[in-house]
């Protein structure tokens, strides 16, 4: 079961109420969205955005909506300047951006992002993208070697680069099993001392490198101005600290440039109750200003 990170501290400082108009760019199982809804009626709007046709559909009938205004669209929040001009909305209240990978995503789309099954190597959230069995096949060693590093912060990146691209010169690398056990190979047995998968660092890497999600998330904060109204609220919630880091910068760009302020000077962190609830909180840090 998909649980929602933060969650009472998302509602808070979103400065929630009736009326208002918010957005949730990343709606997944819809767990934020649920109690965001409960918030902001009678009398408010609701837009849901997300690049799995298959959880917008399961949430368009999912999330109820007596007084508020709702749309749950498939799309890119990347693209969220373009759907609010397509929807005939104008500027929001409030932006939620929950950038954690969904525990459905592993569990049930069959799209190999998890290293524990025996699924087609794909990762892709939208079907519009070159799936990662390909894009491991495409790209060069170095390259490879390179993602792995920077998006997944494995270390021994270059060793599993190539006894990945030793292996697919001879056969194609096509499911997640493959992957999972070509990276292992390529790692020492008693890897990490056994507290992490041997594959842990390497599948994150492809996912984030596949569905360009470091390039979204760029182009989303540049275009805030455009998409939320003045007062109006954006939370960010990252599990990784490259994410982190890219929200962190162009948040205090916005605030020197006097276009907006910060709510809270240091990133809101789980507690540890929620933490023995749902470990997967345990990296997570939330983020919000305030747009002038």
């Not at 890497?205 to 390039?215: K, T």
């Not at 182009?219 to 007062?231: D, G, R, T, V």
């Amino acid at each position: 079961m998909h649980l929602p990170v933060l969650l009472e501290e998302v509602t808070t400082k979103l400065n929630l109420s009736p009326g208002k108009f918010i957005i949730d760019g990343t709606v997944d199982g819809g767990g934020h969205a649920g109690e965001i809804v409960k918030h902001i009626k009678p009398g408010g709007r609701f837009l849901g955005l997300d690049l799995d046709q298959d959880l917008v559909i399961k949430l368009q009938s999912k999330i109820k909506t007596s007084g508020v205004k709702t749309s749950i669209v498939h799309g890119n929040y990347a693209d969220l300047p373009q759907i609010l001009e397509d929807q005939k909305l104008g500027t929001a209240d409030g932006l939620l951006l929950d950038l954690g990978f969904s525990s459905e995503q592993l569990e049930e789309s069959g799209k190999g992002f998890s290293f524990l099954k025996d699924e087609p190597l794909v990762m892709t959230y939208d079907e519009g993208r070159s799936p990662a069995y390909e894009v491991i096949k495409r790209i060069t060693e170095k390259k490879l070697a390179d993602i792995i590093y920077e998006l997944g912060g494995e270390r021994r990146s270059r060793a599993i680069a190539e006894a990945i691209k030793a292996v697919s010169r001879k056969t194609p690398i096509k499911t997640s099993k493959q992957l999972a056990e070509v990276v292992a190979s390529a790692l020492p047995d008693n890897y990490e001392h056994g507290r992490i998968h041997p594959a842990t660092r390497t599948f994150q890497a492809l996912r984030i490198y596949v569905n360009d999600e470091l390039g979204n998330l760029s182009s989303i904060l540049k275009a805030l101005p455009q998409i939320i109204a003045p007062q109006g609220r954006v939370a960010i919630i990252t599990f990784h600290s490259l994410e982190d880091e890219i929200v962190k910068d162009y948040f205090k760009e916005l605030v020197d440039q006097g276009k907006a302020i910060l709510v809270d000077k240091k990133p809101i962190i789980a507690t540890a109750k929620e933490v023995s609830k749902n470990p997967r909180s345990r990296s997570a840090k939330l983020r919000t200003i305030e747009m002038k």
